[in-house]
């Protein structure tokens, strides 16, 4: 949840998993950002902010030519910004999902290795009990 500089809520993300969200504040002042986790297991947070404004203190030319090429500045730079942080979004998912594929990977093996064991188990049951069975038929027939 934010909430901007008179306490008022500027945005809420509740029960996501994984989220990418913007927002562009319009006044000055400090903004709160609340995390909660309901989750039983340890979630990472991946926060940046990004301030994109020019101020033109030091602007010796007053050519007015020179303001537009400044905002193509800005937005360029903003935009590339936007790129890397994507860039830096998509690897923390690859990672994440790495993470979780390598614990389902491990998992499946374990699983199937006490299926095969499980399995052999109960073949050498079936085997001494059919032995069992022949055995005892055997020692009836002969009496």
Same mark, same amino acid.
């Given at each position: 949840?934010?909430?901007?500089?008179?306490?008022?809520?500027?945005?809420?993300?509740?029960?996501?998993?994984?989220?990418?969200?913007?927002?562009?504040?319009?006044?000055?002042?400090?903004?709160?950002?609340?995390?909660?986790?309901?989750?039983?297991?340890?979630?990472?947070?991946?926060?940046?902010?990004?301030?994109?404004?020019?101020?033109?203190?030091?602007?010796?030319?007053?050519?007015?030519?020179?303001?537009?090429?400044?905002?193509?500045? $800005?937005?360029?730079?903003? #935009?590339? !910004?936007?790129?890397? &942080? =994507?860039?830096?979004? /998509?690897?923390?998912?690859?990672?994440? *999902?790495?993470?979780?594929?390598? $614990?389902?990977?491990?998992? #499946?093996? !374990?699983?199937?290795? &006490? =299926?095969?064991?499980? /399995?052999?188990?109960?073949?050498?049951? *079936?085997?001494?009990?059919?032995?069992h069975l022949f055995e005892r038929k055997l020692g009836q027939s002969r009496?």
């Open positions: 949840m934010v909430k901007g500089p008179s306490g008022e809520q500027i945005h809420d993300l509740r029960d996501k998993i994984s989220e990418k969200s913007e927002f562009t504040s319009h006044h000055e002042g400090i903004y709160r950002f609340c995390f909660t986790n309901k989750s039983p297991y340890h979630e990472t947070i991946d926060l940046d902010l990004h301030a994109a404004h020019f101020v033109y203190h030091d602007e010796h030319a007053k050519d007015e030519h020179f303001k537009p090429l400044f905002e193509h500045i $800005g937005k360029l730079e903003e #935009a590339l !910004y936007n790129i890397q &942080f =994507e860039q830096h979004w /998509l690897e923390a998912q690859t990672d994440r *999902q790495a993470i979780v594929n390598e $614990g389902m990977s491990k998992r #499946a093996m !374990y699983k199937a290795l &006490f =299926e095969s064991s499980a /399995l052999i188990c109960v073949s050498f049951l *079936q085997v001494f009990l059919l032995k009496v």
